[in-house]
């Protein structure tokens, strides 16, 4: 939706009817010395800078690519870390058995238990339970947030019954999807480089996080063993390409952003000759590091300053959905301070970091009525905020604003994985059907948001060419991945 931009101000010592907290009529005066105060300015430059044509996301595209390139080359050659996942064998469809998976995202974690049939019966039965992870949990020690994290499995695999069936003397195995960034170091373990996404766990960055879970799970007298370490976008990769052969990159668009893809050994200098017979293996992209040629403004400047890892995780940043609804406000807050977007003064709750989501905007861009009303009341019950209808299209815009500037930026990663695979490969990725598994919130509920991913990868590979890439929607599919992968290198007979 889009509208034009001003909110002139009412005149001077206008009257108008708002709400109480209470929800009863109230008037009020807005008093004004300056009725020519305008926010047209503010968001004229905010489009400007934001704007992501054609030629801006080629180029954030080829960038992205030659740094894939770097990345492979050495550790630390390109921002991208490309990550080797030591997963180089696929799911096939022959697994067979009860298998567990972890998944600690970002605002969840999620347990899962899977029946696997082999290939007639292919998935005979799942169920997962969530849990939502305390904020001070977030910042608080290694040891307390690992503990949590047992606790919940614990508890999870208690209620094991029905279709689920362990043959005896065989340990549970989990696959652990842990969706930061570890320098894997084998299948089964990896050292945390840095926390992401608000996560600052005192005591974990430098360790082997499967030991820190094994060793939780050990306080907790809970006999399981990690089998297969994941990102969360390998879990995607493994978990799609269970139905479907074409799958080649996963996405993850949610709290974070990451990518993964399948490539040929020999295209990765950095492996030293070590090949697996596949002859191929899965790369962890760490695209959310990326950050040159982005079209950034004032408002990421301050925002990527007042984080808790300042200067890292640029595209992140920019294109996902901690971050989205984050930006939308430091720019309401600035158009009511400098503009009087709201009225004579500045609503206080506007100040407060985080406290418009991703969620919220989506919401708001999904109020197709003519008052905006549900605009309306998600600035007041969310920001303390009372609006003008003027004010209300201009915040639709503004939300516009960054959610398409993320969704094309998120577009343009899309086409950087594709075309680096196509070029190495003479042709081969779009001359035929080429799968991309995607999941995440942000994806999955922002309708315009995903329009915008998809308008992007439209346009920089031309329609043609587009029709041959397939943007599918895996739900939490990387659980299942990660449970597939704990299969294909489960400890145990394989054949039961
Ligand atoms: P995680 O990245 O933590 O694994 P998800 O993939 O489930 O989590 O995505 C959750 C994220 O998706 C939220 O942090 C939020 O940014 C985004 N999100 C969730 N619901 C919505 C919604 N209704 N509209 C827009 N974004 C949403
Ligand atoms: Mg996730």
């Known amino acids: 939706m889009f509208v034009t931009a001003t909110a002139m101000l009412p005149a001077v010592g206008s009257l108008c009817i708002s709400r109480t907290p209470r929800g009863g009529p109230r008037f009020t005066m807005a008093v004004r010395s300056n009725v020519n105060v305008s926010v047209a300015p503010i968001l004229t430059k905010l489009q400007k800078e934001c704007a992501a044509p054609l030629p801006v996301l080629r180029n954030v595209a080829d960038a992205m690519t030659a740094d894939m390139r770097a990345g492979l080359v050495v550790d ?95 340990q549970r195995e989990i696959g652990f ?56 976008t390998v879990g995607t990769l493994a978990g799609a390409r269970y139905w479907d052969e074409d799958v080649m990159v996963a996405v993850i668009l949610g709290t974070g952003t990451n990518a993964c893809y399948v490539e040929q050994m020999d295209a990765i200098p950095k492996l030293q000759g070590n090949k697996s017979p596949s002859g191929r293996t899965i790369i962890n992209t760490e695209w959310g590091a990326f950050s040159k040629g982005l079209p950034l403004t004032e408002f990421d400047r301050d925002m990527d300053a007042a984080s808790i890892n300042p200067g890292e995780q640029i595209y992140e940043k920019t294109i996902s959905g901690m971050y989205l609804g984050e930006i939308v406000r430091r720019v309401l807050l ?25 969620p919220h905007i989506c919401a708001m861009q999904q109020d197709y009525s003519e008052d905006l009303q549900a605009v309306g009341s998600t600035l007041y019950d969310v920001a303390g905020v009372e609006s003008s209808l003027k004010a209300r299209k201009v915040v639709i815009e503004v939300c516009d604003t960054i959610v398409k500037r993320g969704g094309r930026l998120a577009g343009a990663g899309i086409v950087s994985i594709l075309q680096k695979i196509d070029e190495d490969s003479n042709g081969a990725i779009f001359g035929k059907r080429t799968v991309v598994a995607m999941d995440g919130g942000l994806y999955e509920n922002y309708t315009q948001y995903r329009r915008y991913v998809h308008e992007a990868v439209t346009e920089l590979l031309g329609t043609e060419i587009s029709k041959n890439v397939v943007i599918e929607h895996t739900k939490d599919g990387s659980g299942i991945g990660a449970a597939l992968l704990a299969s294909a290198n489960s400890k145990f007979d394989h054949d039961y």
């Open 177 to 232: 999807t842990f969706s930061f960034p570890v320098k894997q170091t084998s299948i089964d373990s990896g050292i945390l480089i840095k926390w992401t996404k608000g996560f600052s766990v005192s005591g974990t960055p430098g360790k082997d996080v499967v030991a820190c879970l094994n060793e939780a799970m050990e306080r907790q007298g809970l006999d399981m063993r990690v089998s297969a370490l994941v990102n969360d």
């Open 334 to 358: 600035k158009m009511a301070e400098e503009g009087a977007l709201f009225g004579n003064s500045v609503p206080e709750k506007l100040s407060m970091p985080f406290v418009l989501r991703t």
């Open 76 to 170: 630390g050659g390109g921002e991208l870390k490309m990550i080797l996942s030591y997963v180089d064998a696929l799911p096939t469809g022959n697994e067979r058995g009860l298998f567990y998976a972890l998944d600690l995202g970002g605002t969840n974690f999620r347990v899962l238990r899977v029946q696997l049939g082999g290939q007639e019966e292919r998935v005979q039965a799942t169920e997962f339970e969530q849990v939502s992870i305390p904020q001070e949990l977030m910042r608080g020690t290694s040891e307390e947030l690992f503990d949590f994290i047992a606790t919940g499995l614990a508890k999870f695999s208690e209620k094991e019954a029905g279709k689920f069936h362990l043959p005896r003397g065989r």
